[in-house]
């Protein structure tokens, strides 16, 4: 749904603020990280519950 949407000046925009988008990135992945390993170290879930939401796999396929 989202590549429909794409156009070509959106992707040049994209293309040149690259720098932007991979520290967005990398800081959501870290982030995503940090609430993981929060959740499986301090919350009262069980066992590893918290630690799914990092797994690449553990992702739901539409």
Aim: aromatic fraction near 10%; glycine fraction near 8%; charge should be positive.
């Amino acid at each position: 749904m989202i590549a429909q949407n794409l156009t070509g000046s959106l992707l040049t925009t994209l293309a040149l603020y690259w720098p932007v988008v991979l520290l967005v990135l990398l800081i959501t992945l870290l982030s995503s990280a940090i609430v993981g390993w929060l959740l499986v170290r301090y919350s009262s879930l069980p066992g590893n519950t918290g630690a799914w939401g990092l797994r690449l796999a553990a992702r739901r396929r539409w």
